[in-house]
Nanobody, 115 residues
């Protein structure tokens, strides 16, 4: 059973930074494109960043230039470095393979950007 465990969230002031991690229970990263997603209260879940097996990346327009996705296949971990955070980045952040598999959704990690 594959599990994806997100961590690294927290409360940060506007303009601050956080680094999220997503660890898998077994080695799936080496064969899958991975993505970071977020869901804000009252909104649908949206894709934030995607990284392929060759480490090519794509970002939502709202986070371009501020967020960086990376992966370490040896550690079965994908990261999301978030800089210059804004209140509108407040959400629960999740990782999943791309295309997503509903059975892979984890608990997510809460990111709150507030002064």
């Amino acid at each position: 059973q594959v599990q994806l465990v997100e961590s690294g969230g927290g409360l940060v002031q506007p303009g601050g930074s956080l680094r999220l991690s997503c660890a898998a229970s077994r080695s799936i990263f080496s064969i899958n494109t991975m993505g970071w997603f977020r869901q804000a209260p009252g909104k649908q879940r949206e894709v934030v960043a995607v990284i392929s097996t060759s480490s090519s990346t794509n970002y939502a327009e709202s986070v371009k230039g501020r967020f960086t996705v990376s992966r370490d296949n040896a550690k079965n971990t994908v990261y999301l470095q978030m800089n210059s955070l804004k209140p509108q980045d407040t959400a629960v952040y999740y990782c999943n393979v791309v295309p997503v598999l509903n059975t892979y959704w984890g608990q997510g990690t809460q990111v709150t950007v507030s002064s």
